[in-house]
């Protein structure tokens, strides 16, 4: 046991106990510092990643907001487009088509009139001739009228339509 005790207590097994333990200290402090550094390379990727994300969420968003502002611009110039029109020209335009309706509905019947005068009537004529002028006439007389108020309808706007469209433009 005294050999022991002198190993123990001499300077060599003390530097060497010193040195081993002074190694062990410096290997822990080297892991410590490699977490650390992996650490700080981990947070720096991290950052650098959420930013690149954030930024590529920015720049969809601002894609998104372009494309929605493109969308209200185009449904407002569309809204302005179908607005009716109250200068003088408009009431102008809005007058001709029912004179040119009365104006075809009376000539219609002077011309059916005069037809009445001109020939004594229907019983003048021979009934096959009759039947093909009534055939030509009725067809004639009513394509006209379909078209002239086909035609007057459909160039009016709808005060419905008008409405719906007022519906869209406004933000909600």
Not at 33 to 41: G, H, P, T
């Amino acid at each position: 046991m005294d050999i022991i005790l002198d190993i123990l207590g001499s300077a060599g097994f003390g530097s060497l106990l010193g040195g081993v333990f002074g190694y062990l200290t410096k290997r822990e402090e080297r892991a410590n510092m490699q977490m650390k550094f992996d650490y700080e390379v981990d947070m720096l990727e991290a950052t650098t990643d959420s930013q690149i994300r954030l930024s590529e969420a920015k720049i969809e968003e601002t894609r998104v907001a372009g494309e929605l502002d493109i969308e209200k611009e185009e449904t407002k110039a569309f809204t302005e487009s179908q607005k009716s029109k109250t200068d003088f020209s408009e009431y102008i335009k809005s007058g001709v088509r029912p004179i040119i309706l009365v104006i075809l509905f009376y000539q219609t019947y002077m011309i059916l009139s005069s037809l009445e005068e001109i020939t004594g009537g229907l019983e003048s004529l021979p009934a096959d001739e009759v039947l093909g002028l009534y055939r030509v006439v009725i067809l004639s007389i009513t394509g006209l009228t379909a078209t002239a108020v086909g035609w007057y309808f459909a160039a009016r706007t709808s005060k419905q339509f008008d409405k719906i469209l007022g519906r869209w433009d406004k933000p909600s």
